[in-house]
């Protein structure tokens, strides 16, 4: 069985401040996914990683694939309370099934 | 761009009923289809894949005779949860690929809550 862990599960930062989110896998998939997801709505798909040591930016977001794909971080410059929600990695397997991290509970406070 | 539909947002019943949820893909055909459960504040656990056509897989610790799932075309999947207790309470998101190699697209979730 395929598990990704993440962490931390719950963070609470002031407005402006930068953090990190890790996934980190003890298999390798084929690819990654970061989705973040409100209150009552579905998660929205934010980026895929599928080459080992990519690196891709989102406005402010930067993501990351280890070099043995079995690992990413998410990373937010100058967060901003519009970004607080639940943020999960998802590693992709075969048919396109994806195997859901815990996810991290954002709050970036004003 | 492609949007899956869930149908309703959200329902309420009494324990002991059965209740349909609906998932459509609006403007493609999904040859898989996947339903998830989410506990308030935790991540998405996949409950169990459809396949048009066929009979759905279930993950190991879901009871398939209690969550019934019926994928009768390209367009639309649906869950039934039978004889419904207040522990099934939960949030069911489903989501649709086109096929191999496809990216997934996720509905907007049912809440459900057993009185």
């Known amino acids: 069985t395929q598990l990704l862990e993440q962490s931390p599960q719950f963070l609470s930062i002031q407005e402006g401040e930068n953090l990190t989110v890790y996934c980190n896998s003890s298999s390798v998939f084929s690819s990654l996914q970061w989705y973040r997801q409100e209150p009552g709505e579905g998660p929205v798909l934010l980026v895929t990683?599928?080459?080992?040591?990519e690196v891709k930016k989102l406005k402010r977001l930067t993501f990351q694939f280890g070099d043995a794909r079995k690992d990413s971080s998410l990373h937010i410059t100058a967060a901003q309370p519009g970004d607080t929600g639940l943020y999960l990695c998802a590693g992709v397997g075969s048919n396109y099934k994806l195997t859901f991290g815990k996810g991290t509970l954002l709050t970036v406070n004003p | 761009g492609a949007v899956v539909s869930q149908h309703p947002s959200w329902v309420i019943c009494k324990s002991g009923t059965s209740v349909k949820i609906e998932c459509r893909s609006l403007d493609f055909q999904a040859t898989t289809m996947f339903w998830y459960r989410q506990f308030p504040k935790q991540s998405l656990m996949l409950m169990a894949t459809?396949?048009?056509?066929?009979?759905?897989?279930?993950e190991q610790g879901v009871e398939k005779d209690k969550f019934l799932i019926n994928h009768a075309s390209l367009t639309l999947s649906t869950l039934t949860v039978t004889s419904a207790h207040p522990e099934d309470s939960s949030f069911y998101i489903c989501?649709?690929?086109?096929?191999?190699?496809?990216?997934?697209?996720f509905g907007n979730g049912t809440r459900l809550t057993v009185t």
């Open positions: 989501s649709a690929s086109r096929g191999h190699n496809s990216p997934l697209h």
């Open positions: 459809s396949n048009e056509g066929s009979k759905a897989t279930y």
């Open positions: 990683v599928v080459t080992g040591g």
